[in-house]
């Protein structure tokens, strides 16, 4: 009897106990079950995606953050996601809590350019990776190639003379002659040829459907994807029975201590040609425009850049330019500021909360993709006084806190950001001493594809100051 009543008691107490535990568990979590951001999500699976993208995408988020607020939610391509427009929750994605938003990219897009490469990962790999980048762009190595850079600027503008040319194109052609130039040193010549033409395939399919069929753009860029590896490890091959030190980025992935693997180096070389070629060519190209439109700007710069060659001449030294040189650039560089804000070129990024996360009062939970909407910051009146004008002088004062982040900004922010500036100081060099150039066509609609550009690519025509 009395053992009975020992179990009865002792049921009591573990249900008692079970029970509490459950009631405050219950408690707890109405307390703290914060709301999702304010917004709609659309239609089943497919969204708001179509209402994004069958209009310009700005329109969208900037008629979203007017309704909601500068964080609300939406659904696009198959994903929930929230979409953040002000520089501070900006500022605690990308970097006060970056370790709570993963990068992500779509899965077709990481085989495409590599699994391994430096854009997809987190934490120790990436730490490394970054430094190794970051060695091969640094200010120390890259005033070292000022010569080459120019050189090859030059050769090409030759080339245009007269000529009525696709802005974009060319310019692709100008920057991806750079990346190679960072990559492989002068020996970049020996490979152009055959690394440009798999890159033009493989660009042609990254934005296509990911259906890996033969006949299709995907199929293709997959195969070229193959082949750009197979050039790769010829030249690593190379390298590694000449063994001297190379001063560019393969040098540099092939130094790191521990040891990177042939695919790990040809995953980050492929994936940084790839982000140094468009986003530059789309920022010349809108660079090239706004100065066009600008008569009383581009004036200012070109008696700025002829002013550096006078001093040179005066001082009878060579006209080719120097690190120096470029340090004197204030007004270009301005420009080149102030086209980074109006085209915004990026016009966002992707991360992914990976936990439930707190946020501003909201909850953010796992797997939904953070989206920080760079070109919302940059035109929104709150940050830039008449934002849509195109006006340089705005950055002789320092722009607010967090509210200019053309490069991103944190730990993931662009390692290439003085490369670009540098190649575009001295092709803008060359081009407003020695040429003029005019529209030609229709200018006013932008194209995404995916970096914000000008229509048809802004066609140009190109003459000889005489
Ligand atoms: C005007 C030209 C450029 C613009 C506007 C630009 C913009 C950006 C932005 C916004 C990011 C951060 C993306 C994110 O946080 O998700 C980024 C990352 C990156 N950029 Fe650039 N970029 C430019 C040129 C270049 C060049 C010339 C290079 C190569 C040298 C380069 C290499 C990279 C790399 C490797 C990353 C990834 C860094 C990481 O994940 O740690 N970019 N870029």
Redesign the pocket.
């Given at each position: 009897m009395e053992f009975m009543s020992t179990i009865c008691l002792f049921l009591v107490v573990i249900l008692t106990y079970f029970l509490i535990v459950f009631l405050l568990k219950f408690l707890y979590s109405a307390q703290t079950k914060l709301p999702l951001p304010p917004g709609t999500m659309g239609w089943p699976y497919i969204g708001e995606t179509f209402q994004l993208y069958s209009q310009n995408p700005n329109v969208f988020f900037a008629s979203k953050v007017k309704k909601y607020g500068s964080i609300f939610k939406s659904h696009i391509l198959g994903c929930p996601c929230v979409m953040i427009s002000s520089p501070e929750e900006a500022k605690l994605v990308?970097v006060s809590k970056a370790h709570l938003f993963k990068?992500t990219f779509p899965a077709s897009k990481e085989r495409m350019l590599g699994k391994q490469?430096?854009?997809?990962?987190q934490g120790e790999y990436?730490t490394k990776?970054?430094k190794l980048?970051l060695t091969?762009?640094m200010p120390e190595t890259i005033k070292n190639k000022i010569l080459d850079i120019e050189s090859i600027a030059v050769s090409l503008l030759q080339s245009w003379e007269g000529r009525l040319i696709n802005t974009f194109q060319e310019m692709k052609t100008y920057?991806f002659n750079?990346?190679l130039l960072?990559m492989f040193g002068r020996d970049e010549v020996l490979y152009r040829e055959d690394l440009k033409r798999c890159y033009y395939i493989l660009e042609k399919g990254y934005n296509s459907m990911p259906v890996n069929l033969p006949g299709t753009l995907f199929h293709k860029a997959m195969k070229a994807r193959k082949d750009l590896a197979q050039i790769l490890a010829k030249i690593l091959k190379l390298r590694r029975q000449m063994k001297h030190d190379y001063s560019d980025?393969l040098g540099s992935l092939m130094d790191d201590e521990e040891g990177l693997d042939d695919e790990q180096i040809a995953d980050?070389i492929i994936?940084?040609?790839f982000?140094?070629?468009d986003?530059?060519a789309?920022?010349?190209t809108w660079i090239l425009k706004f100065l066009a439109e600008n008569p009383s700007v581009l004036h200012a710069v070109t008696e700025e850049q002829e002013s550096i060659i006078k001093n040179k001449v005066e001082r009878g030294e060579d006209r080719i330019l120097s690190w120096a040189d470029t340090k004197k650039m204030t007004i270009t560089k301005r420009v080149i500021q102030e086209s980074?804000r109006v085209a915004s070129?990026?016009s966002f990024?992707?991360?992914e909360a990976v936990e439930d996360v707190e946020f501003n009062g909201y909850l953010i939970p796992k797997g939904w993709k953070v989206l920080?909407l760079?070109r919302n910051i940059h035109h929104c009146r709150d940050n830039f006084c008449d934002p849509e004008k195109f006006d340089p002088s705005r950055f002789e004062v320092a722009p607010k806190a967090n509210a200019f982040?053309?490069?991103?900004?944190?730990?993931?922010?662009?390692?290439?950001?003085e490369?670009?500036?540098l190649?575009?100081l001295v092709l803008i060099h060359h081009l407003t001493t020695k040429f003029r150039w005019s529209l030609v066509g229709p200018q006013n609609d932008i194209q995404y594809e995916p970096?914000a550009l000008p229509q048809n690519g802004l066609p140009i025509q190109l003459s000889l100051k005489r």
């Open positions: 990308l990068p490469a430096i854009f997809f990962q990436h990776l970054r980048v091969a762009f920057t750079v990346a960072f980025l980050n994936g940084v040609i982000a140094a070629r986003t530059t789309s920022l010349i980074l070129i990026l990024t992707f991360r920080p760079f982040m053309p490069f991103g900004s944190g730990t993931h922010s662009c390692p290439g950001n490369l670009a500036k190649e575009i970096f």
